[in-house]
């Protein structure tokens, strides 16, 4: 089931403990309801539905943790591809305040989880810098910050001057930036392991290199999922497919509300002397402001350097060469170092920016589009799916409120992700 990603040795695979042998589902079974796809969304709704005594079984495809939960950044966030203050003037005021506090909800729901399952995932709550790359994009942070002080009350908010900007990230060129006390950075494997572990112990089902190859609606209700070598029969099942959603056929419908888009990290050797001290030293997570954000962090000694680009289906060199292009124009100090991890995974973007849950029927529910910040979301809407699942109330602001739309025109898609990232590398160029 595994494309040529799986080729590909992340810092990730080779510093998190071994993964345990794969558990194949064969022969035919039942449950209550199954989780298909085993990331961060599969396994937060499968905590949940046992916890209420639903009996659950979690099929993934692949090896656990091959999604984007087992290759992601580890950025630890609250936030959504749009602001808050967009929300308020859209949506308004009192939506904009659910949604900030979904964000927050998200974040401390990730030392919660880490505790109930004794997972050392070198989890820092060390907060985020937004990096200004231009006088506009630091006088618009400016506004945001003082919108979210005033208006929401957030008081983990400041802003920084170009000066303390040096000294933070030890990277020259940056007007300045704003400092979120919240949030953090993890180990993204060592948590999405962790919590299959977990799980695991804890008695629930989770089978890997299961991939669900069809999901067939019975007439007197209930589903059949068909494996390779096996078939399942439960009442409901849970779509936790996310951007990996078009691996097979029991994708159906859903794979055409989300774009895939291919998001990719480098990393380097350990940094040392001066240079190893004085780099990101607070041990945040830093974002560019620009359209084509680049974002950058520590693991142990090594800097990570990520972003999105006009990479196409598959992981390819220039996207690579790009990237570290960036990455050495940024921070001309590391010039020499050698980069020893190249890696990519898909970010699943929608329509409106904004992740949702819903039904498709009264048999299947979906959760997905993290638009590329899922680590604190998807492992906390698990619960919430859950409880659609059950029937039970949801409040979960726009994400569940809204409905996720068909994107338009989906054959021509791959072309158009590449068109516009094509063009906001452009803008990003001529620093428009
Ligand atoms: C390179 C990269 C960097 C990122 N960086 C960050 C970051 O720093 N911070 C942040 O917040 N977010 C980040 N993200 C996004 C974040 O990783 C995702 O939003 C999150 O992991 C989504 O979790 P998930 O469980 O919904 O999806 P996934 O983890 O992708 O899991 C979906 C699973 O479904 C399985 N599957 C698909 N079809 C089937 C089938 N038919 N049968 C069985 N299984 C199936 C797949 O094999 C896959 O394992 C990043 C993503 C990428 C790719």
Redesign the pocket.
Known sequence: ??SSQADIVSLWQETAPPSTKPLRFTGSGQADVAV?????????TAHALAREGVDVVV????R??????????????GKFRIGFAQMARRWGLDVAKRMHEIGLKAIDNIPDLLAEFEIDAEYQPSGSLRCAHRPEALAALQEECDWLGHTLGDSSVSMLDACQMTSETGATGFFGGMLNQRGG?IH?LKF?RGLAAGLRAGGLAIYDE????GIEHLPRGGLNLH?PQGQIRVQQAV?????????????GTIRRRVVPF????IATAPLTGTVGSTLLAEGR?YTETRRMMR?F?KSGDRLLF?GRGAFGKKNNASGFVALEKAMRRQFPQLEGLEITHR??????MTMDSL?HIGRLDDRLTY??G??????????YVGRHTAAMVLNQPVDLGLINGLALRNVPFYPAREIGVRLVAGWYQTLDAFGK
Not at 64 to 77: E, F, K, M, T, Y
């Open positions: 089931m595994a298909i796809g085993g990331g961060y969304t599969g396994l937060s099929l993934e495809a692949n656990l943790g091959w999604g984007a939960s087992g290759r992601n950044g580890g950025v630890v966030s950075v993204p999405q299961s991939p669900v190859t494996l779509l936790a497919t996310n951007a990996y959603s078009s691996l097979t056929a029991a994708g291919r998001s990719a990290i997570s974002w962090r990520g890696w990519s995974g898909l970010v699943a992740p959760a997905m993290y638009n590329g910040t899922g680590v604190a979301m998807a492992s």
